[in-house]
């Protein structure tokens, strides 16, 4: 299960990066957090001990920390311990009969499986013969394993009763027994062998063997064998944690009904009529006296409660469970359960961040000492157990819509940068997606003044502080986000004041220094992209300058000139007032200047003035000018600027045919329009080569109305 | 432009090319399709073959599957408890998830063969004449598929074997694939998972739309009836799985099992419109699959009519 939360997130992640590749060089793929939070199996806790490799470590004090046949032979030899060393050799043999060095794609002779099976014989002999005392385990499981390559399927279920069984609690015992459960299993008694593999937390086998119980049918089959079946709270979580998913498919805009999503992500669809079943039963297992633990069955529908909505019968079910007997994983659940479904709740404020101190500082216990990691191969390292995905749910899907109900945006900004990213390593990879970077860049220039002021003295409230936590923010970041935020909203002076107090070395270690160093957004876009050259070193750039400031600075001495300038030479200020605009767009070479990542799919920036708007502007005062060059160039720039387009792209929603269309009414259309009827009169050749301007005159040359076949032009592939 | 020797040189060798081809021929011979993954075959089982004249088996020796670490490899691989009377042809038929020709397999076709000729050594069974590949390839796969074939062939060639591959019926739209034959399924033409469609098995409905140009097809083709059933479990007229196994599912008391198994009158009929659609195609007719429960639900006419013509 621990495996399945991280598939979740990069799934979901992956899949809304794909969903937009069409249109992206750079996808942001934002954390959804939508992690499971039922969860009473102990098997973190008590992962299924099965690992003999302590008893080679103490062997070799420490110098074999992995079961290494050859390395183990040397020291047994060197302490002359025959012992150790007849049963590695028989261990050995065992997996050489086994065939563990075969590749997939062999197949033995009969020469071979004659001779593995003699083996297999004799190695079953001579752990009947052993008579000592130091390996009396390893021969027992020894045993067993050979009567399993042997299928002997019988003999081992009669050595377990026999004798495994009698053994003390180790590592050995516990493989014993998972071996006896799979002969179990093999002899037609599925629920025993399900209930031991429930027992010894031996979650692939659990998984394997209830592919087809994890659902109210399945419960229901054990829960009648035996109302305490060790496989009930593996069930009850994975149903209650199916229908979760199926709830946050549709909450992430997903299809519930997909069948691939629910392969994928290794869950079944579990809809409101099976919930429903599921609460009927849950009421009759909690009030069944022979139910040891009903706070299960209880926090379950509690749970379930909550994820369809009915937030009155969620809290009441979950104050039983509270009550009712229960283990302490469930208990330790139903606590993180109350916490989420508390956010829905409106409360008396003070009180209310007491109880969510109280529940974090808990929450944060339980991720130092929980061993409940993740995953293996978590994004954010080790780290991360179930509490901290707990924590990252409550806050995500809980708090966050709680504060920002109550108009406490700032709370729920600090809440958002203590998850999982530091916003020191988001802004360079801006693009990569935060929700706390995103939240940032949505604030206005006065706003993040606010804000920074707020995280300086510490926190307003017991909240604040806790998450603040004493961390000083990061000067130079924030001065960097507000000048660039007084900057898009044309502050230009307000701009400058907090920009200088930037050092260079800061921005040439962003990653965006290369794009500042290399693109000059006194350059026409519509005359050509500007390309970084190839040798650009982009470790460190070597900025000299800082170019916001230094765009701030032309941008206002150009605008005090324009203001005073007329005829030609307010055209050709105009002009170039439109190209400063237009470069430091999200759609220019320099839209460093304004933004701190570029995608296909970008939009202008929260807050900030429409500088393609302005661009635009502009343009049409350049378009008056009296000289035929600039003109003529202002005229190539309004046809070239995409806003308005003059066409669309889009899924026939009957069809599905992804088609083209004119768009005769649009801006961009009449400068096109505009820019065709002077290109027949002997127009310069970076407006006769233009290729849009030729696909252009292609399109319209058949007429302006209906759809086509977007396949039929090169120009127009979706992707 | 001018035509260069190197240019025209492959044009003047195609035909001598195809000329070195062998001719596609197949054996004009019934079959059975042994499905289970230990091969052993009961009383009832044999008597039937032995009855019927089938003197064909055409064995799964095992699936490929696709491995996270170590690509294809071979999965749910038969083992053998019984020997086979030498009076019965076995032809391996390997069973190849479409995801294993996502990108094209290489190197192993080599190991397929060398593999399945290990198999039959092994258990005393002869050198097989005929090997069988089973595939759900779609358009997406079709390319990584054909090139895996076209090396499986030449493997299978060198050891003087033919190459045979199963076609479903969507398949028949797509270019036949490079083997020397095809078996054209004709079972699982409906959706078992819809609790409306009563005959998902085989319901000549189903077939006619795919069988008009049968006849054009560049394949030599058997055909492949069913006689199996299945039993579908539907929860509140829910699709839940195909119950293989008693315990396989947990069955509520308000759930529905319903047992899809084709009509005698159904095979008939398909067996007689495919036959009108390419005469000659039931020359040699594959039966799916051997199993007691299987054989018995049939009468005796009914075998008469598809496997003696």
Not at chain 1, 59 to 64: A, C
Not at chain 1, 265 to 287: N, R
Not at chain 2, 96 to 116: D, F, Q
Request: proline fraction near 4%; charged fraction near 25%; glycine fraction near 4%.
């Amino acid at each position: 299960m621990k495996q399945i939360f991280m598939r979740r997130f990069f799934i979901a992640s992956t899949f809304m990066f794909l969903t937009q590749l069409y249109a992206m060089a750079c996808g942001g793929t934002y954390p959804t957090y939508n992690y499971y939070m039922f969860s009473v199996l102990d098997y973190e806790y008590n992962p299924v001990n099965t690992n003999t490799d302590k008893f080679w470590a103490d062997y070799s004090n420490g110098e074999v920390t992995e079961f290494d046949a050859e390395a183990l032979l040397n020291i047994a030899r060197q302490r002359g311990d025959r012992e150790t060393q007849n049963y590695i050799a028989l261990l050995q043999d065992y997996l050489e009969a086994c065939g563990s060095n075969d590749s997939p794609w062999d197949y033995p002779s009969k020469e071979v499986i004659d001779e593995r099976q003699a083996m297999l014989k004799k190695i079953l002999s001579a752990t009947k013969l052993y008579k000592g005392t130091k390996f009396k385990e390893h021969y027992a499981l020894l045993q067993m394993r050979v009567n399993r390559a042997l299928k002997r399927h019988d003999d081992n279920i009669a050595f377990w009763n026999n004798t495994g069984s009698k053994f003390a609690d180790s590592a050995f015992r516990n493989r014993m027994e998972g071996i006896y459960a799979g002969s179990l299993l093999r002899t037609g008694k599925r629920s025993e062998a399900c209930d031991i593999y429930a027992q010894l937390g031996d979650e692939e086998s659990i998984k394997w063997v209830s592919r087809h119980y994890c659902n109210l049918a399945g419960i229901l089959y054990f829960y009648s064998k035996d109302p305490n079946s060790p496989m009930l709270p593996y069930l009850v979580q994975r149903f209650v944690n199916n229908a979760q998913e199926t709830l946050d498919i549709i909450a992430d805009g997903g299809n519930p009904n997909d069948p691939d999503w629910f392969e994928m992500v290794q869950a079944l669809p579990t809809g409101k009529s099976d919930v429903m079943d599921f609460i009927k039963f849950a009421d009759e297992a909690a009030a069944n006296p022979q139910v040891k633990t009903p706070c299960l069955y209880l926090s379950a529908a509690g749970f379930l409660h909550y994820l369809h909505g009915n937030q009155e019968k969620a809290e009441e079910y979950l104050s039983r469970a509270q009550t009712a007997d229960g283990t302490e994983i469930q208990y330790d659940n139903l606590r993180a359960l109350r916490l989420l479904v508390s956010t829905r709740s409106k409360h008396n404020t003070k009180d209310y961040e007491k109880y969510i101190l109280q529940e974090f500082r808990w929450l944060n216990q339980k991720m130092q000492e929980s061993s409940m990691v993740a995953s293996e191969n978590d994004y954010y390292g080790e780290s991360e157990n179930h509490y901290t995905h707990v924590y990252y749910r409550v806050v995500f899907h809980g708090l966050l819509p709680y504060y920002d109900k109550l108009g406490q945006n700032f709370t729920s900004v600090i809440m958002l940068s203590k998850m999982g990213q530091d916003p020191e390593d988001a802004m360079p990879y801006y693009c990569m997606g935060s929700h706390y970077v995103q939240r940032l860049d949505s604030m206005t220039a006065d706003e993040a003044i606010a804000y920074y002021a707020l995280l300086r003295r510490g926190g307003d409230t017991e909240l604040q502080r806790y998450f603040i936590d004493n961390v000083k923010p990061d000067a130079n970041y924030f001065n960097d986000i507000i000048g660039t935020k007084m900057l898009r909203e044309e502050r230009w002076k307000e701009a400058i004041k907090y920009m200088e107090k930037v050092p260079l070395a800061y921005l040439n270690a962003k990653a965006a220094a290369t794009y500042a160093k290399y693109n000059d957004y006194n350059k026409p876009r519509w005359m050509g992209k500007q390309r970084i050259p190839k040798d650009a070193d982009w470790e460190n750039p070597g900025l000299t300058s800082n170019k916001k400031i230094d765009f701030c600075k032309d941008v206002m001495a150009l605008q005090k000139s324009y203001k005073k300038a007329s005829g030609e030479e307010k055209c050709l200020l105009a002009y170039r007032l439109a190209t400063l605009y237009y470069q430091a767009s999200y759609l220019g070479d320099c839209w460093f200047l304004t933004q701190y990542g570029q995608t296909a799919n970008e939009d202008n920036a929260p807050y900030s003035h429409d500088f393609i708007g302005e661009a635009l502007k502009y343009l049409e005062v350049a378009k008056t000018s009296s000289n035929n060059s600039l003109r003529t160039e202002a005229l190539y720039a309004c046809a070239y600027i995409p806003r308005d387009s003059w066409f669309k792209t889009d899924y026939d929603k009957e069809t599905y045919d992804y088609y083209f269309e004119l768009q005769p009414q649009s801006r961009q259309f009449k400068a096109l329009s505009e820019l065709s009827a002077i290109a027949s009169q002997g127009a310069p050749t970076y407006i006769t080569h233009c290729d849009v301007l030729r696909l252009f005159r292609q399109e319209t040359a058949s007429g302006t109305g209906g759809r086509r076949d977007v396949e039929k032009s090169k120009y127009f592939r979706p992707w | 432009m001018t035509l260069k020797l190197k240019h025209i040189l492959p044009l003047m060798l195609l035909p001598l090319l195809a000329a070195c081809e062998k001719e596609r021929t197949m054996p004009v011979e019934n079959g059975m399709y042994y499905w289970r993954t230990d091969l052993h075959l009961d009383k009832a089982e044999r008597d039937f073959m032995a009855q019927h004249g089938i003197k064909r088996l055409f064995v799964r020796f095992f699936d490929m599957v696709m491995s996270e670490t170590d690509g294809p490899v071979p999965n749910a691989t038969l083992t053998f408890s019984d020997s086979i009377a030498d009076s019965i042809e076995v032809v391996p038929v390997v069973y190849v998830l479409n995801e294993c020709m996502k990108t094209l397999p290489t190197g192993i076709a080599e190991k397929l063969v060398n593999r399945i000729w290990q198999m039959c050594e092994t258990n005393g069974i002869a050198a097989p004449k005929e090997l069988q590949i089973d595939c759900d390839w779609t358009a997406s796969t079709r390319e990584n598929y054909f090139k895996f074939l076209h090396e499986l062939r030449r493997y299978a060639d060198i050891r003087g074997a033919q190459l045979s591959v199963t076609i479903r019926l969507h398949q028949l739209r797509e270019s036949p694939p490079p083997a020397d034959c095809g078996v054209l399924m004709l079972y699982n033409t409906g959706d078992v998972s819809r609790i409306d469609v009563e005959k998902p098995i085989l319901d000549l409905r189903d077939v006619k739309p795919y069988i008009t140009n049968l006849e054009d097809y560049d394949l030599p083709l058997r055909t492949a009836y069913p006689i199996f059933g299945w039993r579908a479990l539907f929860r509140k007229n829910k699709f839940v799985g195909v119950i293989h196994y008693e315990g396989e599912y947990p069955v509520m008391p308000t759930d529905t099992i319903i047992e899809r198994r084709p009509a005698a009158e159904d095979v008939l009929a398909t067996y007689r419109a495919v036959e009108k659609a390419s005469k000659g195609i039931n020359n040699s007719v594959i039966l799916f699959d051997l199993q007691s429960e299987n054989i018995t639900q049939y009468e005796a006419d009914f075998y008469e009519k598809v496997l003696h013509r």
